[in-house]
């Protein structure tokens, strides 16, 4: 059974960094296209990036040039890497996979979704 389990989550000071992992198992991630998205309360939930099967990268407009997705070699884990982190950003994050080439930031193109981990930005 195909599991996902995102940690890294944590509070910082506006300007600050924080690193999110998804843990993956029950497949391999090379093989699927992924994503990070993120809720806050009352507000539909947010595609924040994705990687597809070939490496694309896509992004928010809000977080380019701040946030980067990546992977290891073996797809076991998924990284988003958050840089000059906002007020704005605080928010549940989610990891979600699909089991296609290309998926981008849709959220209705992923069957599979982690738990979330907190991220929260003080001013």
């Known amino acids: 059974q195909i599991q996902l389990a995102e940690s890294g989550g944590g509070s910082v000071r506006s300007g600050g960094s924080l690193r999110l992992s998804c843990e993956t198992s029950?497949?391999?991630?090379?093989?699927?296209?992924m994503g990070w998205f993120r809720q806050t309360p009352g507000k539909e939930r947010e595609g924040v990036a994705s990687?597809?099967?070939?490496?694309?990268?896509t992004y928010a407009d809000s977080v380019k040039g701040r946030f980067a997705i990546s992977q290891e070699p073996d797809g076991s884990t998924l990284y988003l890497q958050m840089n000059n982190l906002q007020p704005e950003d605080t928010a549940m994050y989610y990891c979600?996979?699909?089991?296609?080439?290309?998926?981008?930031?849709?959220?209705?193109?992923?069957?599979?979704w982690g738990q979330g981990t907190q991220v929260t930005v003080s001013s």
């Open positions: 979600a996979g699909a089991r296609f080439y290309r998926c981008g930031l849709s959220d209705g193109q992923y069957p599979y």
């Open positions: 029950g497949y391999t991630t090379t093989a699927y296209c």
């Open positions: 990687l597809d099967v070939d490496g694309t990268t």
